[in-house]
């Protein structure tokens, strides 16, 4: 073996430095100050030294070490391989050896290059490539090494058999492990795992041996040993690295996944390594749909595809998005998951709630929670923030600024796309000032000012111009003091107050309010500032009609290179018409409805024309509103209609993926002015941003601004008998024919009874009887008698007898709902004065039970059909008549003296109801409306009748029917983005508040004095009683 050595003296220095890169070798480097040598001792090779006249540092020895009689220690293994960039206080080593300075000692073959030793790797092309390499057969080990690296979860890397027919074994990847299975005779299958998350495409380094007894395998330096049946073990004859070829040793070779897919590379088989360039030139082994000198892995996760936040993971030939708690869903995580407003979520049929919003739908902005106040005439946003409920200012120095910053559960971003979608917004200041609370000086300088979500300050208040620096009184000249613009700007000794209604959208939401304290004694101010609240959404009733098949209206290019979405909502009565088009020099993309059960997505993008298509089993030219969602990504397209399942399409491997659009977009039309749309379309959206097609449509013939017939498609909202009234832009339930309220008449009117209350419902205004009494009565006979009506109502007792529901006649006739002793169900009918009531007994169960249960009554003419909880049905027959003639009054509870009724009725209706009465409806009359404020005059409420909650909640006395947030306060927060509820149900537990508790607290509290109040009456009786008992007694005695 010959030693080299380079040697240096160098310069004086208490320091060195040395930068090496070197393969297939570990190396050290130590430096001693103590001896003033440095010493670098590594595996075999050549060495530089330098000396150094000053005597405490004698030499700087590289790649060995050099003895005073010039040969070479050998105590240590010399280095082997390269050094670069070597360096020492500055001085370029190696390049000073180069130049062989005298100064430099070299010793041996030193070159100044260093070559890198050639890698081939091998790219395994399909799951049925496969190399085959013969074993060193006879020899009583095994030994197989090589590195892979691939983009698959599983596949099979390597097969072979053990010596003398001992078994066999497959070296394969399952879930990103690597997995050894073996299989002996006679012996169940044994499986080794070792490694993990293999497949992230990187170089891992495997290692398999045996010998004796023992199997190994090592993944990256970790070994897993596996213990033989058979002791002796030795090389294979053909070892089969990927798949197997067909003639191969058959069902031996299979493996439970496919073959590998991926890069191998350092193939070492016994110890010596194997060319695969010699495998190409057909020297050694064989091999089938290999690629050799060449790695052609592809990373499709760079650059990635997936969006918002979407995790990109691959395989060999394509990749794939996991978009869970992203806010998105398909192929790339395009397409928005949530409504992008409470609009859209009111007209989805959602209660007012909690639910996430996507202001830009699949533009870049994420979901946010919003609290969405579901009225009758419109949906509010509601945006609370996170400062301080209430903020007191005063007793300060004077000029000491107190400025407060609110923070809200929304971005910047997110909050101006928000504002920019809604109709109007506005934001409530309560501000109360004692003591001449001035907002500015008498210079002009403003005291108080506040600041928008763009941090420009504003001083205008109330409602009033921006800059105005007046509040609403101001431009009213009504404030306290007339020479001031500001009630609080008054020098009066007294607390004012005004509710501040900042209103110019543009502005909001207030992100910090100062006030400056003016040092006056007992000058104080206090202010709450509520929550953004934001009315409607301009894009989601913005539309546009065309009216003949020439119009349409053009907008600028689409650009969707990678990714287009569209949306928007339709309503035709034509057979077929194109929605939309956009051309390039080749491609294209187009809607349609090509017939009337089939609307189609097609586009080209270089690969040829694709198409996707929808059939419905209904027309979709019936008048009503169809909403169509369309995608094209670098995955595929997809198209969904309403409600109907989603049709895909994948896109070609390795296709074109961009999109090359140059013409104008086209709407209702196409540039050759063929296959017009006629009707309506509604909210397009174009990857997130809404065109305004009534801006375009004032300016273009043939197409008018807006939409008319709503209901068509939405009426079915209104439920419970509520109807669907027409709106500009939308509808409105009209819930005076029904028994409930609400946007949607879907919440219950509810009251709580208690002993010996009752409402009574006057169907006409009594008049005494005169003379014409007769001609009175007819007249009553002719305008309210019944021969048919629908009864419904709900409730929840545990009292009985009970009197549920009683309608009287002025002739006698009546008709009432009794709970009997038993707690079962009676209805019992008399529409003749002079018969005996109709008494119908129904014993489906004890009905008063505390549970809620719910009754429908249908009488047409002498049949009369009762339904109880939806489902116990019963038909019965009048006998005594067919007209309920003259009603006069509904009564539910306690009932003095019936006219007419019977025993039975009349023991019941002198006990009355207890509990809770809810959704009753006689024909079109609701009397427990009377409860609600503007509620009908004809009602006459005795003893304590409170307005409830929902009986299906268990309402108590005193609980009011109330939203879950009034239309001024509201609240959202949470983070992550949970699955949208498909019920439509608001995420109630996501902004969790203390309300039920404090209701909880005041229903006890209630019913604590209710028990007080009856426990000091009975007391107060039993005093009594007993007194007159003495009196009465002591009167006997005196007689």
């Not at 009337?596 to 009503?624: M, Y």
């Amino acid at each position: 073996m010959s030693t080299h050595c380079l040697q240096v003296p160098p310069r004086p220095s208490l320091w060195a430095a040395c930068w090496m890169t070197s393969t297939g070798t570990r190396s050290s480097l130590s430096a001693s100050a103590r001896t003033s040598t440095l010493h670098w001792t590594n595996t075999l090779g050549s060495f530089v030294q330098r000396e150094n006249p000053v005597p405490w540092i004698l030499t700087l020895s590289f790649g060995g070490i050099l003895t005073s009689t010039g040969s070479l220690a050998i105590s240590h293994k010399t280095f082997h391989g390269c050094v670069e960039n070597l360096y020492y206080n500055g001085v370029d080593i190696i390049e000073l050896a180069k130049k062989h300075k005298p100064q430099v000692f070299i010793m041996g073959n030193v070159s100044f290059s260093c070559p890198q030793p050639q890698t081939v790797p091998v790219t395994f092309l399909s799951p049925w490539s496969y190399l085959a390499l013969p074993g060193n057969s006879g020899e009583d080990k095994m030994s197989v090494t090589f590195q892979f690296r691939t983009w698959n979860q599983a596949g099979r890397l390597l097969f072979g058999e053990l010596w003398h027919g001992s078994g066999s074994f497959v070296l394969f990847l399952e879930d990103g492990k690597l997995k050894l299975s073996l299989l002996q005779p006679g012996q169940p299958l044994r499986n080794v795992t070792a490694g993990a998350g293999l497949n992230d495409g990187q170089w891992h380094s495997v290692s398999l041996s045996a010998k004796w007894s023992h199997l190994s395998v090592a993944v990256n330096g970790d070994t897993v040993l596996q213990p033989l049946v058979t002791g002796l073990t030795g090389s294979s004859n053909t070892y089969y690295f990927g798949g197997c070829p067909d003639n191969s040793t058959g069902s031996e070779c299979e493996s439970p996944v496919g073959g590998f897919q991926g890069c191998l590379r350092l193939i070492s088989i016994g110890g010596t390594a194997v060319d695969p360039i010699s495998v190409q030139q057909g020297a050694l082994g064989s091999f089938s749909d290999l690629q050799i000198d060449a790695c052609s892995i592809t990373d499709r996760c760079l650059p990635s595809f997936c969006e918002h936040g979407g995790a990109c993971s691959q395989s060999w030939d394509t990749f794939s998005c996991n978009c869970e708690g992203t806010g998105y869903t398909g192929g790339t995580c395009h397409s928005p998951l949530y409504e992008q407003s409470c609009e859209a979520h009111k007209h989805r049929g959602r209660p007012s709630g909690l639910y996430y919003v996507d202001a830009d739908g699949s533009g870049p902005l994420e979901p946010f929670l919003v609290y969405c106040n579901m009225t009758a005439d419109a949906a509010w946003t509601v945006v609370r923030h996170g400062g301080p409920d209430q903020v007191t200012v005063g007793g300060g120095p004077r000029g000491h600024a107190g400025s407060v910053t609110f923070a809200y559960a929304a971005s910047v971003g997110q909050l101006r796309a928000a504002v920019a979608l809604a109709e109007r917004c506005e934001q409530q200041l309560a501000l109360r000032c004692g003591s001449g609370r001035r907002s500015a000086l008498r210079d002009g300088t403003p005291l108080s000012w506040w600041a928008g979500r763009t941090n420009e300050t504003h001083t205008y208040w109330g409602g009033s111009l921006p800059d105005a620096q007046k509040c609403t009184c101001g431009l009213q000249g009504n404030c306290i003091d007339s020479q001031y613009y500001c009630s609080c700007d008054t020098d009066q000794d007294q607390w004012t107050s005004d509710i501040i209604v900042l209103a110019h959208k543009e502005h909001l939401p207030v992100t910090q309010l100062a006030m400056t304290d003016r040092g006056q004694p007992h000058s104080e101010a206090v202010y709450t500032l509520g929550p953004l609240l934001c009315q409607g959404d301009k894009s989601f009733w913005n539309s546009a009609s065309f009216n003949t098949e020439t119009s349409y209206l053009h907008f600028p290019t689409f650009h969707g290179e990678l990714t287009a979405d569209v949306r928007f909502f339709f309503k035709t009565t034509v057979p077929s018409g194109v929605f939309m088009e956009n051309l390039g020099i080749t491609d294209f993309i187009r809607i349609e409805l090509q017939t009337p059960t089939e609307v189609t997505f097609s586009f080209d993008v270089g690969n040829g024309p694709c198409e996707v298509t929808v059939q419905s089993p209904t027309p979709f030219n019936d008048n009503r509103w169809h909403h169509v969602r369309a995608e094209r990504n670098v995955k595929g397209a997809s198209l969904q209609v309403d409600q109907l399942p989603q049709k895909t399409q994948a896109a070609p491997m390795d296709g074109h993926v961009r999109l090359q659009l140059n013409s104008q977009l086209f709407i209702g039309g196409t540039a050759s002015r063929q296959r017009g749309f006629l009707g309506c379309i509604r909210s397009l959206q174009l990857n997130g941003v809404a065109l305004d097609l009534e801006d375009r449509a004032t300016v273009t013939p043939g197409v008018e601004p807006g939409c008319a017939g709503h209901c068509g498609s939405y009426g079915h909202l209104c439920r419970n008998g509520g109807r669907c009234r027409e709106r500009p832009r939308g509808v409105a339930c009209d819930c005076a024919p029904s028994a409930y309220e609400g946007p949607f008449c879907a919440h219950e009117i509810s009251a709580y009874f208690e002993t010996g209350s009752s409402v009574t419902y006057n169907f006409q205004d009594h008049h005494p009887l005169s003379g014409n009494a007769s001609s009175l009565a007819s007249s009553f006979h002719r305008e309210v008698t019944l021969s048919r009506e629908t009864i419904t109502l709900s409730f929840r007792t545990t009292w009985a007898p009970s009197l549920l529901l009683y309608v009287s006649s002025l002739y006698e006739e009546y008709l009432s709902v009794i709970l009997a002793n038993n707690g079962s169900l009676q209805v019992r009918y008399k529409l003749d004065r002079h018969q005996d009531p109709d008494v119908f007994n129904f014993d489906f169960k004890n009905m008063a039970d505390g549970h809620l249960h719910q009754l429908k009554i249908d009488r047409e003419e002498a049949v009369v059909f009762v339904e109880v909880n939806q489902s116990a049905q019963r038909q019965v027959i009048l006998s005594s008549g067919t007209e309920f003639n003259a009603i006069h009054s509904l009564t539910l509870g306690k009932v003095l003296e019936p006219p007419g009724a019977d025993p039975d009725t009349r023991r019941a209706a002198a006990r009355g109801f207890t509990g809770c009465l809810s959704a009753v409806r006689f024909g079109r009359a609701a009397p427990l409306k009377a409860l609600r404020p503007g509620g009908p005059a004809r009602v006459t409420v005795r003893g304590h009748v409170a307005a409830g909650a929902r009986c299906a909640a268990g309402a108590q006395p005193g609980d009011g029917a109330r939203e879950l947030a009034p239309r001024r306060a509201g609240g959202a927060g949470g983070a992550g983005h949970p699955e949208p509820n498909e019920g439509g149900e608001p995420l109630v537990n996501a902004d969790r508040s203390d309300s039920g508790v404090i209701g909880g607290v005041i229903a006890v509290v209630i019913f604590i004095l209710l028990c007080i109040s009856a426990i000091a009456i009975r007391i107060y009786q039993q005093r009594k009683l007993r007194k007159e008992n003495e009196s009465k007694v002591s009167q006997d005695e005196e007689c």
